[in-house]
């Protein structure tokens, strides 16, 4: 049936939905209430017509400056560049965290054919560059693989000398792992930085 | 984010995405072009104006009969009671049943409160009664799991002495599987349903 197919198919544009799920996602709408088909449609306008990135860090946001950034308690001296938006509300989640954020929004990936261009690495260069209050850290928060590795040593390279301190995320065992199941690459990690007791 | 928190919600409902898949379809309707959106929107308003059930099994149909129902060629006299919709499209592709479909959509399930009056059976006895060709056979092909199977046996009783025969479909190793991967109960039917060579 050509409608349904329709419908297939929009969901299998969805990253990681194979044909089932598809079918599964069709047949659910096909039998929900007819509210619950409404609020989707509806969420979708709003979310596209509302949701813009934050001025300063690119952040999503529903205001011209996301709630962090307007958080005049946050330390606006200490910056977190992370890849995605997502990463952001796990880094909160520690409370550990106080500066502001940068999102990226991706990383360098050759094979995807995704260069600094298409991420927000120009908006993070003027933003350090004509920041009001001198920038003291930033923290490379991009994913411990191979592309978010690239990221951080290219941004290194670009803000060296434009900031005193640039740091990187710290490698290690995570916490209720258990031995025989991390990689070596890791283990060797969490070797040297080891930490006295 | 309230807008983003909408979306999210909504994607919830379906069965099967966790909030994180739920966050990475919003975030990809976020970022996806507008005609996508757009045709997302259009497919779901289309599939639930258009589709519809078929008058004679139930089955999806924009039509008032499916086409399998309205297919001539197809001998009425046999009928294939399946759960859902999904499993006519597997049967199809055997290309070895000739005859015509009945969905219940769904199966008598104790535990989340699904009896037969949630399922099509009033109308499967209501179609056998006031079939104009005489019903010969009707293969219980629900799932072969307790559920299919209580649904299988309750129909069962109620079509005794309806029919000329019912049957289910034939238990056993499916092909391609390593023996010592099956389950005991499986290999119990697949040895009781051992054919000569």
Redesign the interface.
């Known amino acids: 049936?050509?409608?349904?197919e329709?419908?297939k198919?929009?969901f299998r544009?969805?990253?990681?939905v194979g044909p089932r799920?598809a079918?599964?996602?069709?047949?659910?709408?096909?039998r929900?209430p007819?509210a619950?088909?409404a609020?989707?449609?509806e969420?979708?306008?709003?979310?596209?017509k509302?949701?813009k990135y934050c001025t300063e860090c690119f952040n999503?946001?529903?205001a011209d400056l996301c709630p962090i950034c307007a958080d005049k308690s946050r330390d606006k001296s200490i910056l977190c560049v992370v890849q995605?938006?997502?990463d952001i509300e796990a880094l909160e989640k520690t409370k550990v965290f106080k500066g502001v954020y940068h999102v990226l929004h991706g990383a360098v990936s050759p094979l995807e054919g995704k260069n600094i261009d298409n991420l927000k690495v120009r908006e993070l260069l003027e933003r350090v560059q004509n920041s009001p209050i001198e920038i003291k850290e930033i923290i490379l928060a991009t994913n411990p693989d191979s592309e978010g590795e690239m990221t951080a040593l290219y941004l290194a390279d670009l803000l060296r000398g434009l900031v005193g301190k640039i740091s990187r995320l710290g490698y290690g065992v995570p916490l209720g792992a258990q031995l025989d199941y991390i990689d070596e690459m890791t283990l060797t990690h969490s070797l040297k930085g080891r930490t006295d007791l």
């Open positions: 049936m050509k409608t349904l329709n419908l198919n929009c544009k969805l990253q990681g799920q079918e599964r996602f069709t047949l659910h709408y096909l929900a007819e619950e088909v609020a989707l449609i969420a979708l306008l709003e979310a596209r509302n949701v999503y946001s529903e995605e938006a997502k």
